[in-house]
Nanobody, 119 residues
Framework: QVLLVESGGGSVQPGGSLTLSCKAS????????MGWYRQAPGRQRELVAS???????NYTDSVKGRFAISRDDAKNTVSLRMNDLEPGNSAVYCCNAYFEGGGVRNDYWGQGTQVTVTS
């Protein structure tokens, strides 16, 4: 059974930083596009950042220049460095692993880690 485990969430003041990590198990990590999504209370889940197998990255506009996604295929991990955090960034952040090809489609999710930005 594939397992994605997030860590690094917590409470931080506005302007602070956090780094989220996601460790994947029982998965051919290197062939998966990895992403970070977030969901705040009363809002739909949204893509925050993604990184392809060739390390091409994509960010939602509101975090460009402040967040950075990276992956380490040797360690089966994907990270999200979040700088200059704002209260509006508060949400549960979930790790996603997605693969589609050769008639196969796999889509895995972690349980999420809470990020709270408050003074």
């Amino acid at each position: 059974q594939v397992l994605l485990v997030e860590s690094g969430g917590g409470s931080v003041q506005p302007g602070g930083s956090l780094t989220l990590s996601c460790k994947a198990s029982r998965i051919a990590f290197a062939i998966y596009r990895m992403g970070w999504y977030r969901q705040a209370p009363g809002r739909q889940r949204e893509l925050v950042a993604s990184i392809t197998t060739t390390e091409s990255t994509n960010y939602t506009d509101s975090v460009k220049g402040r967040f950075a996604i990276s992956r380490d295929d040797a360690k089966n991990t994907v990270s999200l460095r979040m700088n200059d955090l704002e209260p509006g960034n508060s949400a549960v952040y979930c790790c996603n692993a997605y693969f589609e090809g050769g008639g196969v489609r796999n889509d895995y999710w972690g349980q999420g880690t809470q990020v709270t930005v408050t003074s």
